[in-house]
């Protein structure tokens, strides 16, 4: 019986030492998702200023040339459509651009990750993570993260993990039971 009683009280322990190192983790976690944002909207912020430069001088080298994207079908010669549809092209990059980051910076703390995932320039996403450092932000979106990481984390383990080692043990110990005479 004290054997049984000590086996008790060291999984005790042992989940208590679990449920902190998740939190801690899920904590950890969440909370770089402000950060990540923040330096992706940093990067697309100079995406956008680089794309408006340089259909700023599509559009100039668009108005010698007499070219319009309301006259990219009416094209004379190959160098004009040529110009035109570049206009077209850089015009929708920037505006591209321009909703995702109009969008991230309008989006509330709870919508956030919603808007970023629709409207992700995922070319932008990925070199931002290429030169990703990790922060603990110091916010009130930073904590609500961090609190959400938390109980997501503790959550998957008090309704996953758990019940599937206290299956497996209840299993173990039934065959693993002395006989009953």
């Known amino acids: 019986m004290r054997l049984s009683g000590l086996l008790f009280s060291v999984a005790s322990g042992l989940e208590k030492f679990i449920d902190r190192i998740l939190c801690a983790c899920g904590a950890l976690v969440f ?3 402000p950060e990540f944002m923040q330096q992706y909207l940093q990067r697309l912020g100079g995406r956008l ?9 599509v559009r100039s080298v668009a108005l010698q040339s007499g070219v319009s994207i309301s006259t990219e079908g009416k094209a ?6 040529g110009v035109a549809q570049l206009l077209r092209l850089s ?7 321009q909703a995702a980051e109009s969008s991230l910076r309008n989006a509330s703390i709870f919508t956030r990750p ?18 990703y450092k990790p922060a603990v932000p ?9 609190l959400l990481g938390m109980a997501v984390a503790l959550g ?4 996953t993990i758990r019940p599937l080692i ?6 173990w110990r039934l065959r693993h039971a002395p006989p009953v005479i």
Not at 49 to 57: I, P, T
Not at 91 to 97: A, H, I, Y
Not at 156 to 159: D, G
């Open 114 to 131: 919603f808007v970023f995932l629709k409207n992700c320039d995922w070319e932008t996403a990925r070199s931002t993570l290429n030169v």
């Open 166 to 171: 206290i299956r497996w043990y209840t299993h």
């Open 76 to 81: 004379l010669d190959a160098g004009s459509a």
């Open 138 to 146: 110091t916010t009130i979106e930073g904590l609500s993260y961090a």
């Open 91 to 97: 015009s929708e990059r920037f505006d591209s651009l």
């Open 156 to 159: 998957f383990y008090y309704f």
């Open 49 to 57: 200023d680089e794309a408006l430069r340089h259909l700023d001088e």
């Open 31 to 33: 909370s770089q998702a």
